[in-house]
């Protein structure tokens, strides 16, 4: 089956550096997608992973490994602004040919001063 | 302002209703897609179209509909509403092509079933 999983709460200290895994099983991967969303508010798109390796991008970089089904998101110099959930999603191509976009249930993030 | 404009904002209506979103994509892109978020279940995918053309769908129920116009505004149709249904209805909408150019969000439909 399809399956999504990632820690539900972390806590990190502003300036700090947090990692948030996340696994995945699927069976026609198509890409990794993190987004951030902030209480109340529309989710936002931060990354696209779809070849193994490190996506940098200023303070957030997203790692992929397919033969682990593993990805991670590392935010670099915590700031109290990064207090969101972070959502790990997974693209899925059919045996039809078509896509679904299959979405964990995400991470709460609580930067602490 | 992402862009993606969403209307209503609100919607409160009865059981057995049916009741219509809106999302105007932004400017230039192709691509739409509609996710249902609700507190016990999160974020679920419900349907892509890409220029016309249905291109992914997820756990969408029969009972809804979506549909995706020349201008490329689209619609999502729901009907003989439920209480589970009370959900954030979001769009976002994309160039197409390669997700590396991202997905931008709507603000979302709030949809209050009672």
């Known amino acids: 089956g399809q399956n999504i999983d990632q820690p539900t709460e972390m806590t990190a200290t502003e300036g700090a550096i947090v990692q948030i895994n996340c696994t995945y099983q699927?069976?026609?991967?198509?890409?990794l997608f993190w987004y951030q969303q902030h209480a109340g508010e529309a989710p936002t798109f931060l990354s696209y992973?779809?070849?193994?390796g490190l996506e940098e991008k200023g303070r957030f970089s997203s790692f992929l490994s397919r033969s682990k089904g593993y990805s991670y998101l590392l935010l670099k110099e915590l700031q109290m602004k990064d207090s969101a959930s972070y959502l790990c999603?997974?693209?899925?191509?059919?045996?039809?040919?078509?896509?679904?976009?299959?979405f964990g249930t995400g991470t709460r993030l609580k930067v602490l001063a | 302002d992402s862009g993606v404009t969403q209307t209503p904002k609100h919607l409160i209506t009865a059981t057995g209703q049916r009741v219509t979103l809106r999302c105007s994509p932004r400017?230039?892109?192709?691509?739409v897609y509609w996710y249902q978020q609700s507190l016990d279940q999160g974020l679920q995918f419900l349907i892509q179209?890409?220029?016309?053309?249905?291109?992914a769908k997820g756990n969408i129920l029969e009972r809804f509909s979506a549909q995706q116009f020349p201008d490329l505004h689209s619609e999502l149709n729901l009907s003989s509403l439920e209480l589970g249904d009370s959900a954030l209805y979001f769009c976002?909408?994309?160039?197409?092509?390669?997700?590396?150019?991202?997905?931008?969000f709507g603000s979302g439909t709030r949809l209050t079933v009672v």
């Open positions: 992973n779809v070849l193994d």
């Open positions: 179209y890409y220029n016309g053309e249905e291109r």
């Open positions: 400017s230039g892109d192709l691509s």
């Open positions: 999603a997974v693209r899925d191509q059919e045996s039809s040919g078509t896509y679904k976009y299959i």
């Open positions: 699927t069976s026609g991967f198509n890409g």
């Open positions: 976002a909408s994309s160039k197409g092509g390669r997700p590396h150019y991202g997905y931008t």
